[in-house]
């Protein structure tokens, strides 16, 4: 059984936790490729990602987005390249984004996990932070961006992923 978790909301931060019924190895081979950030997201804005799977602070990788799925402005598909900014295998990964703003929002995303002591389950949490965004976008009145509600959403679908043995391989694959 899964249990959600929310920290309440800050000014400048979001949080939300689940505990998902896998080792924290299982759920960072999820996170680190960058078709799991598109597999696992709960916005919509994600389509597709082009790059390898993360290994170090640093690297980067495209995803191709689609704000409409948002509906909140008329920004249509764009691309963005993420940038890993913390990693520690099967701890935590984070990440910012460089769009078509400039100058770069500065926002962070990202996920630490915590074993459970009976050894077979995860406490993942995925936090969305702005405390370092750029002065022009933090008085804009853009935070948050995604709600708390779509952290929660996407930790679902990361333990579904994770039960289900992603990366599934595709029919057309096979």
Same mark, same amino acid.
């Given at each position: 059984? =899964? ?9 400048? #931060?979001?949080?939300?936790?689940? =505990? @998902? ?83 770069? @929002? ?39 961006? @995604?709600?708390?509600?779509?952290? #929660?959403? =996407?930790?679902? @679908? ?5 039960? #289900? ?6 029919? #057309?694959?096979?």
């Amino acid at each position: 059984m =899964t249990q959600d978790t929310a920290v309440p909301t800050t000014t400048e #931060r979001l949080e939300a936790s689940r =505990t @998902i019924p896998a080792e924290p190895h299982e759920v960072f081979a999820v996170l680190t490729d960058p078709q799991g950030h598109v597999a696992i997201d709960s916005s919509g804005m994600l389509q597709s990602a082009d790059g390898d799977r993360v290994q170090q602070v640093g690297d980067e990788f495209v995803v191709h987005m689609d704000r409409e799925s948002l509906g909140d402005l008329p920004m249509g598909r764009y691309d963005v390249t993420v940038t890993i900014t913390a990693y520690e295998p099967d701890e935590e990964i984070a990440w910012t984004i460089l769009g078509t703003v400039r100058p770069a @929002i500065g926002h962070v995303y990202g996920y630490r996990l915590e074993p459970v002591e009976d050894g077979t389950s995860t406490v993942v949490t995925s936090y969305y932070d702005w405390s370092d965004a750029h002065e022009d976008w933090r008085s804009s009145g853009i935070f948050p961006v @995604i709600q708390e509600s779509a952290l #929660r959403g =996407t930790l679902g @679908i990361l333990e579904r992923a994770v039960l #289900r043995g992603y990366p599934l391989e595709s029919p #057309r694959e096979t």
